[in-house]
């Protein structure tokens, strides 16, 4: 793309389209305060960071960051990786092996997978959102472990392809009772619900039992990085073994002082209005893909057309009317489901929505 991310987007050498596939919810890639925060780092900090965190490359920004972070999410300790996919692969890589068992949805995304396989832990996947599947797997993971082994369950809170939701509330019931630890991914909720915009499981009130929170920087809160919120210890355990975080160059100080400065905005009065508005573009969006009975907080809306074929002409045809909505296909989602993953921003305005619904009606 030859513009910045937002409203819409230029091709290089082509003409400008309206963007319906961006997680940049509330438009924060670019606004005002982030660019300022980022400059002002610039300045104060430089560029790099010059060495992995535990040499000599954690810097003010990283811990401020980390701090502003916890305390968001009210939690005793927050990490910060340079991606949200180093995340998931650092955490589940020092959290479990092959004494240990995973378990995870089905729909879970590719970094949670990708950790599960390279930990070497036992793993068991349910079918999404199928609470009975998820129990009879952690019922057979508690007559399976080893004194000392863990079961860790692993879900996502609005779910990345599909936007819909997890019954946090009662898969933290199932936690609890068969003493497994739970790690949810907030990849697609922090910013945009919850008070303050912490997320899907803060608006639950289940936050305080969610194990392992993790999510990224890169989507609602427009920068780039991963973080994970957890206990002291947990975040110590990390520290010491999750091996994206020790053997990467700590992120940027910029990125690291512009999402502290996104925190901020998001748990701000402005951040409220934020949410108002991206709520009620979300609301026309769902309304006219026929999804209107989605409910929940997600900015995803897909429209699942089956086919890839299928799915890319008519990603093509919204092209030729200006309307950027690339077609997923499998193996991002199962086969037989592609679909166009529609989502919406803050940005988009009446003729926006206009331009979709004239280009779904002549299809
Ligand atoms: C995007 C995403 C990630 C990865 O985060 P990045 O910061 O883009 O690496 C992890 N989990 C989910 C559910 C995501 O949607």
Redesign the pocket.
């Known amino acids: 793309m030859a513009s910045p991310q937002g409203r819409s987007l230029t091709p290089q050498g082509g003409r400008p389209m309206v963007n319906f596939a961006s997680?940049d919810y509330l438009g924060l890639a670019t606004h005002p305060t982030l660019k300022c925060a980022a400059s002002d780092a610039a300045d104060r900090w430089g560029t790099g960071s010059g060495a992995s965190r535990l040499v000599c490359g954690t810097l003010l920004p990283h811990v401020t960051l980390e701090s502003r972070l916890a305390e968001f999410k009210q939690a005793e300790a927050a990490l910060t990786f340079s991606?949200?996919?180093?995340?998931?692969v650092g955490t589940l890589g020092a959290l479990a092996g092959k004494d240990d068992i995973l378990i995870l949805d089905k729909l879970?995304?590719?970094?949670?997978v990708d950790g599960a396989r390279l930990c070497g832990a036992t793993l068991r996947v349910f079918p999404h959102n199928h609470l009975d599947k998820l129990e009879s797997h952690l019922k057979w993971a508690q007559s399976k472990i080893q004194a000392n082994g863990r079961i860790i369950v692993a879900v996502?809170s609005i779910?990345?392809m599909d936007g819909d939701t997890a019954p946090l509330e009662a898969i933290v019931t199932l936690k609890e009772q068969y003493k497994a630890l739970l790690l949810v991914?907030e990849?697609?909720s922090i910013g945009i619900c919850g008070p303050g915009g912490r997320g899907l499981a803060a608006a639950l009130g289940v936050a305080s039992s969610i194990d392992f929170q993790?999510?990224?920087?890169?989507?609602a809160l427009g920068g780039?990085?991963?973080y994970l919120c957890a206990s002291r210890k947990w975040i110590d355990l990390l520290i010491n073994r999750a091996r994206s975080f020790i053997y990467s160059t700590a992120p940027s100080p910029i990125s690291a002082a512009v999402a502290t400065a996104a925190i901020d905005l998001v748990d701000s009065e402005e951040g409220d209005t934020l949410r108002s508005q991206l709520q009620s573009n979300i609301t026309r969006l769902r309304a006219l893909t026929g999804n209107s009975e989605l409910t929940g907080p997600s900015a995803i809306v897909p429209l699942i057309v089956g086919e890839s074929d299928a799915a890319l002409s008519l990603s093509d045809a919204l092209a030729k009317r200006g309307i950027l909505a690339p077609a997923i296909r499998y193996p991002t989602v199962p086969k037989g489901s592609a679909r166009i993953r529609f989502t919406t921003t803050t940005a988009h305005t009446d003729e926006d929505f206009v331009l979709l619904q004239d280009a779904l009606t002549c299809r």
């Open positions: 997680n991606s949200g996919y180093a995340c998931a879970c995304h590719a970094s949670l996502e779910y990345s991914d990849a697609h993790m999510g990224t920087l890169s989507k780039s990085g991963g």
